[in-house]
Every structure is written in structure tokens, then in C-alpha cells.
């Protein structure tokens, strides 16, 4: 810090000369001395200068021609050799006191500090003073030698010094991170000299530097600085700000971290307050960037993305749509920008804004590396999000040292982040199979982490497995305190199984904890839509030919027409009930004319802990075939369920319909499911036509996953089937007994998608055999290609064609056939 202007030595060099040395002034060397110097008070420096240089050859021993000389060409920054060797000339001991101070505050501003520090040393060990001290405190703060700095101001009697002085002090032991001690001496220069700018320049950035930005707020408004130094009050105003968006966001980890309620309340405060202010300061001025890009971060921090963005479009004109020009946006800014594009669902904006933060290895985290990562996921690109994670395992540090001897290294943070990532990796491309034997296998190796159970825990239920994921879950009970993700893990848990109470019990706590969680707005969306009616509608039609053109022996005739439309009511009575009502047609085209059935149905469903109830009262469009349709089904634990049926007025042949004819039927079934990637069921139905005939069926599936990446899937379905009727002689297809034998494979192309909106392209081939009683055992085709879209996330459309190839009664049929079904939330 200066403190004696570098032209005010020049000037003031003659006059302390003349009023020190009255005494000699007739003496000839001190005449000849003063002339010098009376030129250069004068203006005539150049002049003076080289008097005083010849002065020098004349009398090389006189050490006030010295003094005057070396002030004069430091001051006229003329430091070369030369004058860095006639320093050496100085003698401490006729050296005049009065040129010190000015020479050491010379070199000082001149960035000379070794060579001010060695004179200052000389001077005070020949004789100490207050102003010695301060200067030596000074330089040592400058060169950051805390322990003489140190040593030097604590000698300084602080009682005899003015407020220069004080300040001077205060400043250095604020160089030197002593903030009480300078405090102390800008607090006592404040108390002479309390509208003193060179005071308050101290004593206001002390106080910030302690973080009392309360304090120096609350002192800047008795001072009435927003009117006598307002620059540095909005200074003062924006550290305030600075300061308790840290001390909120402090609080917010500690309430998430112990799951507690209302963690952002003192972020709401501090934001409350940012937005009061904004509104009474210039968007324009430059001033007040810091503050801009403070608020702008915590509104990213607390969630409001749309409002940071609009800030950022706001006070930043070189932002454009996500991209940007302006290099001062400072990097946490940045990365809360990141933040805030991510939470947009615009991962391109996003991408761009973490790649300007990868040149800074200084603020580079795994953070950056994570929010980057997340943006590649989010625009599909699987291939560039797993080549970062391939780059980054070979720039992350693989293990931590400590400086403590005997100490053994631990995994680096980022290395334990980056090892999380790669299992989630895997299950975000699909490959649940391979996360999951990931997880297990980093727990046989840390069995207690907090982290990997989450995760495990996590994939089980993506893999249709929830009781075993609160089965992994439970190697937490007891511990303290119960993570987030823990809560989050035992929520959707509680949804997967089917238990809405504490569903909707945990959702409220999570809520209360971290509302902005996207896991917590995801189940909150869904236990929502458990309020709205919903519909499911799916038609089918076809054609069938032979090569005897309309000879037709199939099921469904020439020509036919199916479809059902059921409308579900929200649910209600503790979430387990809803009202359904359903229409279903049926018409076929035969060769002896059409003939079809549309019935009505309106009943309920009862649905609770993975248990189905469903029961409806029906009859057709002219008031017959009454009847009352009851499906039961179970699932007992996470691979295996039953299920029962049964049906008064049975989906019996449309033939014997015809004939008013009736049916029931009573049907049970198993299935075993290993996982999301493999099941195998058996369905038996009876069937009981009061024309005589009794119809058994069973059917026998078998599905393996194939193939999983981010975008396809494949998979195979073997199926048998066998049926016996003991009609022989029917007037619809009715065989005495037939079995079939069919191999699939299916194949599903995410080929668009975005967030909860996308387009699936899905793929069907078959072949297998038919064999029909007294008729030969022949081939069977099938082939189908469907549209799959989710239009929002309420809403659903698909529609497809399809061709088979079958035999009936020895013939084979060809039929073309169509699908298209919806289903939605109003």
C-alpha cells in the first residue's frame, strides 16, 4: 500500500533538506546541494539531476548528497546498476533519518522489497522506530513471511501511532491472515477518522474477510454508505449475499445428509432478499456482475433453472440459447448454468456450458465430469458418454496419500465416484444383468458402503425384483443417518410392491426433504395420476384367404373385427379401488354372412401388495347373455405368481353365439419369472358351451432376453400349446384335439427419444408346427411390425400389420391383419 506519493518525495525533497539543515546552510556542499534540489522543485529535474550527480563524484562520501540522489532517480524510476551499487554506499550511521522512510516507501513501490527489505533490517537495528517496524511489518506481509511480519508489528506501540498509520498496520496484518489483530487497528483508526475513505477501506474488507458481512452491512448502513461511498456499500452488499448463499448451502447439505425437513429454508431467505434487491440496481452496470452471477448459482443451487437462465439472458447480452462469448462468467457460475440447462431437459445447452469448465484444472471436479456425462446420456449419445468414462480411467488418480507417517493411501473421491458411475453406466445401456453382478461384486469387497446397496438395491427393482432389493436395503437398517437414497430406494420399493399407503407416506417426508430430487418428482407425478381417469383401447382387424379364395375355415372368417375399450375411474377408498367400465365387439365375416356381439361391462378393481382383484357385470348389446367375469391374480414373491379366472358368459366361437348358445369358463394360471430378462408361465382353460361341447386348453411360454444395448433389444418366445373339444361335430372350428409347437423372436428399435416422449419400432418373426387331428402336421408363419409411441408421458399410441400362415382342418390360411390402441390420464 502507498503512502507517500512517488511525486510528492520529489517535491517535498528540497524543503526537508532546508528546514533539517538550517544549521549548514552556509556551509558550500550544503548551498550547492539545496540549489540541486531547488531545481528540482522547480520543474528543472534533468538539471537538478546531474547537479546532484556531480555533487556525487565531488564529495562519494557524503551520505545526504547520497540520499538526495537516490530518492531522485528511484522516484524518476531510473533503477539500473548504477543506483543498485551506490546502495551499498549507504552508511546507517550518517545516513539522514529524515530520507529513510522516503527511500524504503521508494523502493517498495518500486517492487524492490529484498533490497527495501535488507535497508529497513540496517536501519532498525541501528536505531528502532514505530515507522521502521510498520514498513519492515509491511514488506514482510508483502513477501509473505508470516513470522517476522509478525514479530515486527507486535513491537509497534500502537498507542503513538496516527491513522496512516493504523491503517498501514491494519492492511499488513491482513496480508498476513492476522484478521483480529487487524481489525483491531482499522477499528481504532475508524474511531478518529470514521468517514475516512482510506479507513474504510480497510476496515470494511477485514470485516468481510472474517465473513461478518452482517456486521460490516449493518455498520455500512450507520455510516450511510450507499450515499457518501456507494461502490464500496454495494461491495459490502454483494459479500453479504456471497456469504449467506455459502452459510445456506452449508445448511442444506447438513439437513440432506440427515435427512431433515425443509433444507432449503435459509436458501429461500437469502433469495428472497437477492430478488428484493435486484430489482433496485442497474442490469447494465458492470458493478454488479458478482452479484448477477451469485444469484444466477443459487438459483441453479435451489432449483429454479428457468429462473437462472432468464437471469443470465438477462444481465449477460454475449449468452445466447445456451452458448455463450463472455470468458468472465466465473466457473462455479458456469457450472450451476450447466446445472440449470440439465434440469431443463436441454442437454445440448448443457454440454456446452460443462465443456467450458474442462480447461480449468484449477476448478475442475468430478462434478463436471459427472454433469457432462448426464448431458451426453440425455441426448442418447451412449458411444460419446461411454468414451469419457474411458478417458477418464486414465486421468483420474487412483489413490489418496496422506502426510501422516504410517498412514496407508484410500481410493481417491473422484476414483470412488467415477467406479459408481460405471455400474450406473451399465444400467443405463441397458445391461441390467451385468450392473447388477457389478454392484454384488464391489460389495463382496466394501460390504458396508452406503452407496453401492443404494445402487444395488436400485437395479434389483428395475429388474422386476423389489422384495430383494428391500432384502439388500435392509443391510442399512440401523445405521444413522438414513440417506436419501435410502428413503428414495424404500419409496419406490413400496410403489413397486404395490403398497400406496406407505408409498404416499414417504413420498411426503422425501418432499419435505429434497422437493427438486428428480426421483421424488417422478413418484410424486405418478402417485398424481392414481387421481385422474384413465382409458385402454385396442382394435385388431383382418382378412384370411386360402388358395380356394373365400373358403375359410379358420377362427375368425373371412374378414373380422375386434376391439375393447376399457375407461378406469381415479382410485379411491385408502388407493385401492377403482370403478371400471368396458365395451368389447367382436364381428366376423363368414361364409354364411356376418355375425358379431358387443357387450357392456361395469365393475371394479381391488389391487393392493402385488393382488389383483377384478370383478364386472356384462351383457351384450340386446340385453342377453348375461354374466359376471372374476380374475384373481398374485404375485407371491418376486418369481413366482397365480393367477385364477372365471366367466359366466365366456368368449365362446361367434357361431354358437348364433345359435344362442352359452358358455363358462374357468381358468387358472402360473408364472416364474427370474428376473426382467427371463419368465416361463402355464395357462389352463376350461371351457363348458351348452351346445355339448367341453373345450380344454393349455399353454405353455417360455421368453429369454437376447440382446440389450441403450436402443435394442431382442428376444425369443417358445410357446406350446395343446386343445381337446369333445364336439366332434360342431358348426364352428372345433377339432377333437390339436397342439402347436412356435418359436418367435422379437426385436424392439428405440429409435427416438426424448425424456418421456419416444418412438419404438417393434419386430416379430414365427415359425412352428400345427397338427390337427386326422390331418397332416403342417407349418405355421407369422410376421409383425408395429409403431410404437409415447405421445407425452400420460399418453400412449401404437398401430402395426401383421401376416400369418396357419392351417385349419388340413388347409392353409393366409391372414393380413391390423392393430392400433391407445391408452392415457385424462
Known amino acids: 500500500m502507498k503512502h507517500i506519493n512517488l511525486i510528492s518525495i520529489s517535491l517535498g525533497i528540497g524543503y526537508c533538506l532546508l528546514s533539517t539543515h538550517v544549521d549548514a546552510a552556509n556551509s558550500v556542499i550544503d548551498q550547492e546541494r539545496e540549489q540541486a534540489v531547488q531545481s528540482i522543485r522547480q520543474?528543472?529535474?534533468?538539471?537538478?539531476?546531474?547537479?546532484?550527480?556531480?555533487?556525487?563524484?565531488?564529495?562519494?562520501?557524503?551520505?545526504?548528497?547520497?540520499?538526495?540522489?537516490?530518492?531522485?532517480?528511484?522516484?524518476?524510476?531510473?533503477?539500473?546498476?548504477?543506483?543498485?551499487?551506490?546502495?551499498?554506499?549507504?552508511?546507517?550511521?550518517?545516513?539522514?533519518?529524515?530520507?529513510?522512510?522516503?527511500?524504503?516507501?521508494?523502493?517498495?513501490?518500486?517492487?524492490?522489497?529484498?533490497?527495501?527489505?535488507?535497508?529497513?533490517?540496517?536501519?532498525?537495528?541501528?536505531?528502532?522506530?514505530?515507522?521502521?517496524?510498520?514498513?519492515?511489518?509491511?514488506?514482510?506481509?508483502?513477501?509473505?513471511?508470516?513470522?517476522?511480519?509478525?514479530?515486527?508489528?507486535?513491537?509497534?506501540?500502537?498507542?503513538?501511532?496516527?491513522?496512516?498509520?493504523?491503517?498501514?498496520?491494519?492492511?499488513?496484518?491482513?496480508?498476513?491472515?492476522?484478521?483480529?489483530?487487524?481489525?483491531?487497528?482499522?477499528?481504532?483508526?475508524?474511531?478518529?477518522?470514521?468517514?475516512?475513505?482510506?479507513?474504510?477501506?480497510?476496515?470494511?474488507?477485514?470485516?468481510?474477510?472474517?465473513?461478518?458481512?452482517?456486521?460490516?452491512?449493518?455498520?455500512?448502513?450507520?455510516?450511510?454508505?450507499?450515499?457518501?461511498?456507494?461502490?464500496?456499500?454495494?461491495?459490502?452488499?454483494?459479500?453479504?449475499?456471497?456469504?449467506?448463499?455459502?452459510?445456506?448451502?452449508?445448511?442444506?447439505?447438513?439437513?440432506?445428509?440427515?435427512?431433515?425437513?425443509?433444507?432449503?429454508?435459509?436458501?429461500?431467505?437469502?433469495?428472497?432478499?437477492?430478488?428484493?434487491?435486484?430489482?433496485?440496481?442497474?442490469?447494465?452496470?458492470?458493478?454488479?456482475?458478482?452479484?448477477?452471477?451469485?444469484?444466477?448459482?443459487?438459483?441453479?443451487?435451489?432449483?429454479?433453472?428457468?429462473?437462472?437462465?432468464?437471469?443470465?439472458?438477462?444481465?449477460?447480452?454475449?449468452?445466447?440459447?445456451?452458448?455463450?462469448?463472455?470468458r468472465d462468467i466465473p466457473n462455479y457460475t458456469r457450472h450451476a448454468i450447466a446445472?440449470?440447462?440439465?434440469?431443463?431437459?436441454?442437454?445440448?445447452?448443457?454440454?456446452?456450458?460443462?465443456?467450458?469448465?474442462?480447461?480449468?484444472?484449477?476448478?475442475?471436479?468430478?462434478?463436471?465430469?459427472?454433469?457432462?456425462?448426464?448431458?451426453?446420456?440425455?441426448?442418447?449419445?451412449?458411444?460419446?458418454?461411454?468414451?469419457?468414462?474411458?478417458?477418464?480411467?486414465?486421468?483420474?488418480?487412483?489413490?489418496?496419500?496422506?502426510?501422516?507417517?504410517?498412514?496407508?493411501?484410500?481410493?481417491?473421491?473422484?476414483?470412488?465416484?467415477?467406479?459408481?458411475?460405471?455400474?450406473?453406466?451399465?444400467?443405463?445401456?441397458?445391461?441390467?444383468?451385468?450392473?447388477?453382478?457389478?454392484?454384488?461384486?464391489?460389495?463382496?469387497?466394501?460390504?458396508?458402503?452406503?452407496?453401492?446397496?443404494?445402487?444395488?438395491?436400485?437395479?434389483?427393482?428395475?429388474?422386476?425384483?423389489?422384495?430383494?432389493?428391500?432384502?439388500?436395503?435392509?443391510?442399512l437398517n440401523g445405521l444413522q443417518p438414513v440417506s436419501k437414497s435410502q428413503k428414495l430406494n424404500h419409496m419406490q420399493n413400496a410403489q413397486a410392491l404395490g403398497d400406496v399407503k406407505t408409498w404416499r407416506n414417504a413420498l411426503h417426508e422425501l418432499k419435505q426433504i429434497d422437493p427438486e430430487d428428480t426421483g421424488v418428482m417422478k413418484s410424486a407425478i405418478e402417485l398424481q395420476e392414481r387421481d385422474r381417469p384413465s382409458i385402454v383401447h385396442h382394435s385388431e382387424f383382418g382378412r384370411s384367404r386360402t388358395k380356394q379364395g373365400d373358403s375359410v375355415h379358420g377362427i375368425q372368417g373371412l374378414s373380422d373385427r375386434n376391439s375393447k375399450t376399457q375407461l378406469y375411474s381415479p382410485w379411491f377408498l385408502s388407493d385401492q379401488f377403482r370403478i371400471l367400465a368396458q365395451y368389447t365387439t367382436r364381428w366376423s365375416e363368414y361364409r354364411d354372412g356376418v355375425i358379431h356381439e358387443n357387450r357392456y361391462a361395469l365393475g371394479g378393481e381391488w389391487s393392493a401388495y402385488r393382488k389383483t382383484l377384478t370383478a364386472l357385470l356384462s351383457e351384450n348389446e340386446l340385453g342377453q347373455r348375461a354374466g359376471v367375469n372374476i380374475q384373481w391374480s398374485h404375485w407371491l414373491n418376486d418369481h413366482w405368481s397365480y393367477r385364477f379366472g372365471f366367466d359366466s358368459a365366456a368368449d365362446i366361437p361367434l357361431q354358437a353365439i348364433q345359435q344362442n348358445h352359452n358358455g363358462q369358463s374357468y381358468s387358472a394360471g402360473l408364472t416364474w419369472k427370474q428376473d426382467s430378462s427371463r419368465r416361463a408361465s402355464a395357462d389352463y382353460q376350461w371351457v363348458d358351451i351348452n351346445d355339448g361341447n367341453t373345450r380344454q386348453e393349455l399353454q405353455l411360454n417360455f421368453n429369454q432376453g437376447l440382446w440389450y444395448t441403450p436402443h435394442q433389444t431382442s428376444q425369443v418366445n417358445i410357446s406350446a400349446y395343446y386343445g381337446k373339444n369333445n364336439l366332434p361335430h360342431a358348426t364352428y372350428f372345433n377339432p377333437r384335439n390339436h397342439y402347436s409347437l412356435d418359436f418367435n423372436w422379437s426385436h424392439d428399435w428405440l429409435t427416438w427419444r426424448n425424456y418421456e416422449r419416444l418412438f419404438n419400432q417393434h419386430f416379430e418373426l414365427g415359425i412352428g408346427i400345427y397338427s390337427q387331428r386326422d390331418y397332416t402336421t403342417l407349418p405355421t408363419y407369422a410376421a409383425l411390425y408395429r409403431h410404437e409411441w409415447q405421445v407425452t408421458k400420460a399418453w400412449k399410441l401404437h398401430y402395426g400389420i401383421g401376416w400369418q400362415r396357419h392351417p385349419y382342418d388340413g388347409q392353409q390360411e393366409q391372414r393380413t391383419h391390423g392393430v392400433i390402441g391407445f391408452e392415457g390420464k385424462f
Open 43 to 326: 520543474g528543472n529535474t534533468e538539471q537538478g539531476v546531474a547537479q546532484l550527480a556531480q555533487l556525487r563524484s565531488k564529495y562519494p562520501e557524503d551520505q545526504k548528497i547520497l540520499a538526495d540522489y537516490l530518492l531522485v532517480e528511484l522516484q524518476a524510476g531510473r533503477f539500473n546498476d548504477s543506483t543498485l551499487s551506490q546502495l551499498q554506499e549507504i552508511n546507517v550511521h550518517l545516513f539522514p533519518q529524515y530520507a529513510q522512510m522516503s527511500l524504503l516507501y521508494a523502493l517498495r513501490d518500486l517492487k524492490r522489497f529484498k533490497l527495501a527489505l535488507e535497508l529497513a533490517e540496517k536501519f532498525y537495528t541501528y536505531k528502532s522506530s514505530n515507522d521502521l517496524g510498520l514498513m519492515l511489518g509491511g514488506l514482510y506481509a508483502e513477501d509473505q513471511q508470516i513470522g517476522p511480519a509478525k514479530l515486527y508489528l507486535d513491537l509497534v506501540s500502537v498507542q503513538e501511532l496516527n491513522v496512516s498509520q493504523l491503517v498501514q498496520g491494519a492492511y499488513a496484518y491482513r496480508r498476513i491472515g492476522d484478521l483480529i489483530q487487524a481489525l483491531d487497528w482499522a477499528t481504532m483508526a475508524r474511531l478518529l477518522q470514521p468517514h475516512s475513505d482510506e479507513v474504510l477501506q480497510q476496515y470494511y474488507p477485514t470485516l468481510l474477510a472474517l465473513e461478518s458481512s452482517k456486521k460490516a452491512l449493518a455498520d455500512a448502513e450507520q455510516d450511510l454508505l450507499k450515499v457518501k461511498n456507494t461502490k464500496l456499500y454495494h461491495q459490502i452488499k454483494q459479500a453479504y449475499f456471497a456469504q449467506n448463499i455459502r452459510y445456506a448451502i452449508d445448511y442444506l447439505r447438513y439437513k440432506k445428509n440427515w435427512t431433515e425437513q425443509q433444507p432449503y429454508l435459509k436458501l429461500d431467505q437469502v433469495l428472497a432478499e437477492m430478488s428484493a434487491y435486484a430489482q433496485d440496481i442497474d442490469l447494465n452496470d458492470k458493478m454488479f456482475n458478482t452479484f448477477y452471477y451469485d444469484y444466477i448459482y443459487a438459483l441453479s443451487v435451489r432449483g429454479h433453472s428457468q429462473e437462472a437462465i432468464d437471469w443470465l439472458n438477462k444481465t449477460n447480452k454475449n449468452v445466447g440459447e445456451g452458448y455463450f462469448s463472455d
Open 339 to 475: 446445472d440449470a440447462y440439465l434440469a431443463l431437459r436441454k442437454p445440448k445447452h448443457a454440454e456446452q456450458w460443462y465443456k467450458s469448465l474442462l480447461d480449468d484444472q484449477k476448478y475442475l471436479n468430478f462434478e463436471v465430469y459427472t454433469g457432462l456425462y448426464y448431458s451426453y446420456i440425455e441426448q442418447e449419445e451412449y458411444f460419446l458418454a461411454e468414451k469419457l468414462l474411458s478417458d477418464l480411467d486414465h486421468q483420474l488418480p487412483r489413490l489418496q496419500y496422506s502426510d501422516a507417517k504410517g498412514s496407508n493411501p484410500w481410493v481417491h473421491p473422484d476414483r470412488a465416484s467415477y467406479i459408481e458411475l460405471l455400474g450406473l453406466n451399465q444400467a443405463y445401456s441397458n445391461r441390467l444383468k451385468q450392473a447388477e453382478q457389478y454392484y454384488q461384486d464391489l460389495l463382496t469387497i466394501a460390504p458396508n458402503n452406503d452407496s453401492y446397496i443404494n445402487q444395488l438395491a436400485m437395479i434389483q427393482r428395475w429388474r422386476d425384483k423389489p422384495l430383494q432389493a428391500n432384502k439388500t436395503l435392509a443391510r
